[in-house]
């Protein structure tokens, strides 16, 4: 042994078969919010990302070490997890997924974990190996250390021009200064064992190893600097189960001002809200055709288009007022979640909020509605352990012409401002894209309308903004009546309906003669 300890003694002999010890350290089931996150609740996505962790490390760690001839002896140390609707034992599960045989395991029970450290966690790890050692008289060519939340994309065995006769770490930390290392896979040959123990958790410093094991014992898999954090910076060895490089989950929340379909006249005889719902089934769905369409092209697309983790695509949540065609609602927008409510038994809770009457209801009922499709949203992300970190409230009635790229008009970090509309908000409700947790605060809107604060014209919105998340609506380029509209009020908004332009952007999402038709637009289409 290089390094002095009572940890480890000497290395196999000559003629020993060629063995290895895989120690496999920290949380596992991680729910992906990044560094620093210790929440590991078993959800049905925390436990398809850890399968897909511990599935690559037989396919890129485990396998091509036996194909080099090492028998390959697994020992792993965890923290236990609660009760979970997604998994009936997910320790089992960690076992099984391994298809080896795990000959000594740590897990700590989940009410001690705040009691431990990494560094206390790491220690005990090792203790693992060297009791193992010690009672089964067993050495080893090397420990390979690694995390349960490290995904291999291709195996280290493969790496070029890599010394394995030396102690290894993944990479230099980005920046480099002070020695700084990637502390997620580490590599330590026999001879170097006791050096582990020494030094312990590395916490991103290399000085006790190079101190340890002597200069120019101490090397790296990789050449360059890089980031340990995959969610900030892409590597060829590995991602953590955190998102891929500067990709931040958006949802989009459907929120429902007046029932879905053509508007019908208003005035002193106004019958209500319920009876704005169309009864023309066909011109519903054509509709709602259109308009998923639309969403496909200008909001899936342009949010999608260089996001490389499929968990991190956006997702739809709805809230809407029946009677709503279902079947076509569902195919047009594909909500993870969605809800239709009732709208008649709320009108006139609607109509009774302070300014309202009948002028303003139908922004009312978008405020309760968006609050609902929010309530749904942590309902889904409490299910399935999504994490969003952007929101973009729509209608879906909103015929979109021009791409809402939320890369384009938000802040790449928190950004917290609310974004609207060119037309400084006054038409916001067609979309309003901010953070989520901007979001969290915004549809404390429709509980804020009292007598004291009365939506006396659509600036309510507007003065909530400034007045409540103290921030403001930030217009970006999408020109209400030209890039997006009420589909339903396309003859009256739309600029020059028939202008060849206008007639192209249509047709690009499915605007047809039967579209035309049924709105009364003398359009040649």
């Known amino acids: 042994q290089v390094c002095s300890g009572n940890s480890f003694g000497e290395p196999p002999r000559p003629a020993s078969p060629r063995r290895l010890a ?7 089931f991680r729910s992906g919010q990044g560094q620093g996150d210790r929440n590991d ?7 398809q990302a850890q399968r897909e962790a511990t599935q690559s490390h037989v396919e890129h760690v485990v396998r091509p070490l036996e194909e080099c001839g090492f028998k390959v002896d697994i020992f792993f140390a965890t923290y236990g997890h609660a009760k979970s609707g997604a998994t009936k034992n997910a320790t089992n599960d960690l076992f099984g997924w391994y298809k080896h045989p795990v000959v000594s395991a740590l897990v700590v029970p989940l009410e001690r974990k705040d009691l431990y450290s990494q560094a206390l966690m790491y220690q005990e790890a090792v203790d693992l190996v060297s009791n193992y050692h010690k009672k089964h008289r067993v050495a080893y060519d ?20 890599v010394q394995w006769q030396n102690m290894l770490l993944a990479f230099k930390e980005l920046p480099f200064y002070h020695n700084r290392i990637a502390d997620v896979v580490e590599w330590f040959p026999w001879k170097y064992a ?21 200069e120019g014992h101490l090397a790296f898999m990789l050449p360059g600097e890089h980031n340990t954090n995959t969610r900030a910076e892409a590597n060829p060895l590995y991602k953590l189960v955190r998102g891929a490089p500067h ?17 019908h006249p208003r005035g002193p005889n106004h019958a209500g809200a319920a009876n704005l719902v169309s009864t023309d089934q066909a011109k519903l769905t054509s509709a709602l055709a259109v ?9 899936r697309v342009p949010n999608n288009q260089h996001v490389t983790d499929e968990h991190n695509k ?3 949540v709805a809230h809407c007022w029946a009677p709503m065609p279902e079947e076509a609602f569902r195919q047009a927008f594909q909500p993870v979640a969605a809800a239709f409510e009732d709208i008649a038994p709320l009108e006139e809770a609607f109509k009774a909020k302070p300014g309202v009457g009948h002028h303003y209801w139908e922004s009312v009922a978008w405020a309760y509605s968006a609050k609902r499709a ?15 970190t952007r929101v973009l409230f729509l209608r879906p009635e909103t015929l979109l012409l021009s791409d809402i790229d939320l890369d384009v008009i938000m802040l790449p970090a928190s950004d917290p401002a609310v974004h609207g509309g060119s037309d400084g908000g006054t038409s916001a409700s067609y979309h309003l894209a901010m953070s989520r947790s901007v979001a969290g605060d915004f549809v404390g809107l429709y509980d804020h309308l009292t007598w004291q604060h009365p939506a006396q014209s659509v600036g309510w919105i507007n003065v909530f903004i400034e007045e409540q998340l103290k921030s403001s609506i930030i217009q970006d380029d999408l020109v209400p009546g030209v890039d997006e509209l009420s589909y339903w009020k396309l003859p009256s908004l739309i600029k020059e309906p028939c202008e060849p332009a206008h007639l192209a952007r249509l047709r690009a999402v499915g605007f047809g003669e039967r579209e035309a038709e049924g709105l009364g637009l003398p359009c040649p289409l």
């Open 142 to 161: 090397a420990i390979f250390v690694i995390r349960h939340d490290t995904v291999f994309k291709e195996a280290p065995v493969d790496l070029p021009n």
């Open 41 to 47: 609740m078993v959800t049905s996505a925390s436990w």
């Open 291 to 299: 308009l998923g369409k639309a969403f496909e092209k200008h909001v």
């Open 374 to 388: 929010l309530d749904l949203l942590k309902a889904h992300e409490q299910k399935t352990g999504a994490l969003y």
């Open 247 to 263: 990709e931040r989950k958006a949802a989009v929340l459907l929120a429902c001002g007046a029932p879905f379909g053509p508007e």
């Open 22 to 28: 895989l120690l496999v350290r920290g949380e596992s």
């Open 194 to 214: 006791n050096c582990a123990v020494n030094c312990g958790f590395p916490g991103h410093r290399g000085n006790c190893l190079t101190e340890e094991g002597g």
């Open 314 to 316: 956006i997702d739809v």
